[in-house]
C-alpha cells in the first residue's frame, strides 16, 4: 500500500464539455489521480494505433484501489482567456494573414481552476507500481517521461511526498440514497475511467466529501481503477 499527499497552488480537472465555458471537476478525479500515479511510474498510458483520429488509451494498464482525501477544500475561481485554434472547415481564414503563422481562431473562454489543492491519495493493489513510484520520486524512475501535473499541464505541484500512513483527511466516498446532505459538501461527480473513442463509455461516480477529518480510511472510498 502507498500513501502520497500531493500539494498545488493550483490545479483543473476538466469535466467533457463544450462551449466557452470550461469547468473543472471540484477535487482531483480518480482517473486524475491514476493518470498521476502512471506519470509518476514512467508508464505511458498513451497508444497510437495509427488509425484514429485521436490518442487512445492503453488497454494493458495496471488495476489497482485509489482513496482520495482532501486534508483542505480548494477554492474554486474562474478567469477569461483568449484561446487560439485552428478551426474545421473555411470559417475564420481571414486573419489568418495577421496572425503570421499563428493559429488564427481566436475566442475568448471562461475558464474554471482550483486553488491551494492539498489531497492524500492512497493506492493499494499493485506492489510493483508502487515501487515504481517511489523509484520516480526518488528520481530512479525512466528519464524520457514528462513533469508530472495536475490537469493542466502548466498546473505543477509543488510537492509529492510519500507516507508511512495516511494524514487526518475528509474521505471522498460513493454518495447513497440516504446520505445526508445538510451535513456533506455538495454532491461532485468524478471520472474513474476514460474513453477517448466513445465517450458513452466513460465511466463516473457521484461522491461526497466527508464532513469530518478523520485518519481511518472508510472501506468505500477505494476506488476500483484500470484499464
Known amino acids: ?12 480537472f476538466r469535466t467533457f464539455t463544450a462551449g466557452s465555458f470550461r469547468p473543472t471537476a ?16 514512467g508508464i505511458e498510458m498513451r497508444r497510437d494505433d495509427g488509425k484514429s483520429a485521436m490518442t487512445l488509451i492503453r488497454t494493458d494498464l495496471p488495476r489497482l484501489e485509489i482513496a482520495l482525501g482532501a486534508r483542505r477544500v480548494p477554492g474554486q475561481h474562474s478567469l477569461f482567456q483568449q484561446l487560439h485554434n485552428y478551426p474545421v472547415g473555411s470559417s475564420g481564414k481571414d486573419h489568418a494573414p ?15 481552476f482550483l486553488s491551494d489543492l492539498r489531497a492524500l491519495i492512497g493506492v493499494r493493489g499493485d506492489d510493483a507500481l ?40 475528509r474521505w471522498l466516498v460513493p454518495l447513497e440514497e440516504d446520505d445526508a446532505p445538510e451535513t456533506d459538501t455538495s454532491p461532485m461527480r468524478l471520472t474513474i475511467a476514460i474513453d477517448r473513442a466513445d465517450m458513452s463509455r466513460t465511466t463516473s461516480r457521484l461522491y461526497r466529501m466527508q464532513a469530518t477529518e478523520t485518519e481511518t480510511v ?5 476506488t476500483p481503477v484500470g484499464y
Open 1 to 12: 500500500m502507498l500513501w502520497l499527499n500531493v500539494e498545488a497552488p493550483f490545479a483543473a
Open 26 to 41: 471540484p477535487f482531483i478525479t480518480p482517473s486524475a489521480a491514476y493518470g498521476l500515479l502512471l506519470n509518476l511510474a
Open 98 to 112: 495577421a496572425c503570421k503563422g499563428s493559429k488564427y481562431n481566436i475566442a475568448p473562454a471562461r475558464r474554471a
Open 130 to 169: 508502487s515501487e515504481r513510484i517511489h523509484d520516480g520520486l526518488a528520481g530512479r524512475g525512466p528519464k524520457r517521461y514528462g513533469l508530472p501535473f495536475l490537469g493542466d499541464n502548466n498546473f505543477l505541484p509543488s510537492r509529492i511526498d510519500p507516507l508511512a500512513e495516511p494524514l487526518p483527511a
Open 218 to 222: 472508510p472501506a468505500a472510498a477505494w
